[in-house]
């Protein structure tokens, strides 16, 4: 049995200084445990904790690490960078770097801006594209998450036509008026919206690759249809590419479906690691962006050049091809060995995988919208959760997240995980 005293201490120093413990909520262990392990050190694919406990890593910091931890070009640049100094509140040349690799490699943005967060770029994504469209309301995907922002924390009731009600107290009901909700997949839930506000629909925020309810890939024609939607209506599409940009392909989800969104959102893999987002797309939209235009945003650490550092030499280093050959090799590799592991133990899930994410729901039923991945059964997840922390694999501690594949994984790391998979299988059935 490992030992966890260490991490149970600092849990409980932490839990009286921040709340719950944990500086974002996706890092406790509610769901399946009693409190998270802290983790002191990451060396590719592998993590060792505060108990010098060493698992494999198949969260990678959410999406951050697409190279695993500490990849040599990175640390490298980082070291480079931080000689000149932190910030500097003055354009550096790195900036344009930044937003020139962005703007050849992402097919629809012409013009970019930094910001340091994901939420940060929807945020000012959907204030840019109300002001560009002057209208209000804006139609997002239950089950999709874009950040913490007000108006984009909001759940359907029980119908697709309800109008939005607040998921957390502190968000007005004047704001979650404006925000309607639409079943992922399902195009006839979009189009109802379309049709009930046909000229007050600012935008439709989406992500390409939904990987915040466990992963559910787009159905065929479902990224089709709402571009179609958009046009024929004069709202925006906006992807939020936070997981997917860079990770779909070196060019995101657009590029590996050929879909032209309006705006685009980033996140995650370009900051290399530190604190980065940055929203995108046509010179026409984005010059209404201040001080080109009037749609006001800033940021005091935006562009930081520790950050452009970071996140260009990873970029770089994914212009090889072979990473996301290699990346979807082991995943579906993961993929089917745990399909097999699970079908051999007699428990039943449903695993999408596409690229380097996987999700592993314990349900019969074919995950494709955020009702269908709640009928998953959590008191399942957590026994399997369990099994693989004791065993050495760090799991989204969520049922309803994504695991990150990193090239840094080796197919030992994916053969050892499943042969962990077929006795936390066997755990499961025991219950
Ligand atoms: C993580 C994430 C965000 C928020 O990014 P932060 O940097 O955590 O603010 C937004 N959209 C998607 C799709 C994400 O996965």
Redesign the pocket.
Request: charged letters at 15%.
């Given at each position: 049995m490992r030992s966890f005293e260490n991490s149970k201490k600092l849990y409980q120093e932490a839990v009286k200084l921040i709340p719950g413990g944990v500086n974002s909520p996706v890092r406790a262990f509610q769901a399946v445990g009693d409190f998270p392990i802290f983790v002191k050190e990451g060396n590719g694919s592998h993590i060792i904790d505060v108990d010098n406990n060493e698992y494999v890593d198949f969260i990678c910091s959410?999406?951050p690490l697409i190279l695993g931890h500490k990849p040599q070009a990175v640390t490298e640049a980082l070291k480079e960078a931080i000689n000149t100094g932190t910030t500097f509140g003055i354009p550096t040349e790195i900036e344009n770097e930044m937003a020139k690799f962005i703007c050849e490699n992402v097919p629809s943005v012409e013009m970019v801006r930094m910001v340091s967060?994901?939420?940060e770029a929807?945020m000012s994504a959907l204030r840019l594209a109300r002001a560009y469209t002057k209208r209000d309301k804006i139609v997002k995907f239950e089950g999709c998450?874009?950040?913490h922002a007000d108006h984009l924390l909001i759940k359907a009731g029980s119908g697709a036509l309800t109008l939005g009600v607040p998921s957390t107290p502190g968000v007005p009901e004047s704001i979650a008026n404006n925000t309607l909700n639409a079943r992922y997949n399902d195009l006839i839930s979009v189009e109802a919206l379309f049709k009930q506000f046909p000229e007050q629909i600012a935008a439709v925020i989406v992500?390409p690759i939904a990987?915040?309810m466990g992963l559910v890939p787009p159905k065929a024609g479902f990224l089709t249809g709402l571009r179609e939607l958009c046009t024929k209506y004069r709202a925006l599409l906006i992807f939020?590419e936070?997981?997917s940009g860079f990770r779909a392909s070196i060019g995101g989800a657009q590029k590996l479906y050929g879909i032209t969104p309006d705006l685009t959102?980033l996140?995650?893999i370009i900051g290399g690691g530190l604190p980065v987002?940055a929203y995108g797309g046509k010179k026409e939209i984005m010059s209404q962006v201040a001080p080109a235009g009037p749609v006001y945003q800033a940021g005091t650490l935006s562009g930081n050049p520790l950050a452009m550092a970071a996140g260009l030499a990873l970029l770089n280093q994914l212009k090889d091809e072979e990473i996301y050959t290699k990346l979807e090799r082991l995943t579906s590799l993961l993929a089917l060995g745990l399909k097999q592991a699970a079908d051999e133990a007699g428990v039943k899930v449903s695993i999408n995988y596409l690229g380097s994410l996987l999700t592993v729901f314990f349900t019969e039923s074919l995950v494709e919208c955020y009702e269908q991945a709640q009928s998953s059964n959590t008191a399942q997840f957590k026994v399997f959760f369990q099994s693989m922390l004791e065993q050495g694999y760090y799991l989204p501690p969520s049922q309803f997240e994504c695991w990150f594949v990193s090239a840094a994984h080796t197919e030992e790391d994916i053969n050892n995980a499943v042969e962990a998979a077929k006795r936390a299988f066997q755990k499961v059935k025991e219950m």
């Open positions: 959410w999406g967060s994901g939420t929807t998450y874009h950040g992500e990987g915040n939020d936070v997981i959102c996140g995650k987002g």
